[in-house]
């Protein structure tokens, strides 16, 4: 359904430490960088044809968290959800919500893990058995 995903960052250079050490976990290569024409700063994660844009706002405004917003990661495992959360919160990342772990929802059991990148935004770990 998605082609890609873009989120803002104030602190490109920050986000590239996040990002690389959180999305390695999940067998994600380092990002092709870009500079606009306007000299902003952008990453380019690309994983099984899919991508994920962080980027320098190019209205020169900072950038801001979508309130109610969460990008959702898949993973391949439990472990896979636990590393990706202990890596994301070593490498600056909030820890939020229930520790990673079970969860029962409206699709049925899943295992999950909540962070916050260190510009605010909302990414969840996610594993469901097939």
């Known amino acids: 359904m998605f082609n890609h995903i873009v989120i803002g960052s104030n602190d490109i250079e920050r986000s590239q430490?996040?990002?690389?050490?959180?999305l390695a976990v999940l067998?994600?290569?380092?990002?092709?960088?870009q500079?606009?024409?306007?000299?902003h700063?952008?990453?380019?994660?690309?994983?099984?044809?899919?991508?994920?844009?962080i980027t320098q706002?190019?209205?020169?405004?900072?950038?801001t968290v979508a309130n109610g917003s969460t990008l959702g990661f898949r993973c391949a495992s439990p472990e896979q959800v636990q590393a990706f959360h202990d890596t994301a919160v070593a490498?600056?990342?909030?820890?939020?919500e229930d520790p990673p772990g079970p969860r029962e929802g409206g699709s049925g059991p899943m295992h999950l893990a909540y962070v916050r990148d260190p510009d605010g935004n909302k990414l969840c770990a996610v594993y469901r058995p097939r």
């Open 17 to 22: 430490r996040f990002y690389s050490a959180v």
């Open 57 to 63: 706002p190019i209205n020169g405004e900072p950038a």
């Open 27 to 33: 067998g994600v290569a380092e990002p092709v960088r």
């Open 91 to 96: 490498a600056g990342g909030t820890s939020i």
């Open 41 to 53: 700063e952008r990453l380019f994660y690309r994983h099984d044809g899919h991508s994920l844009g």
């Open 35 to 39: 500079r606009t024409a306007s000299g």
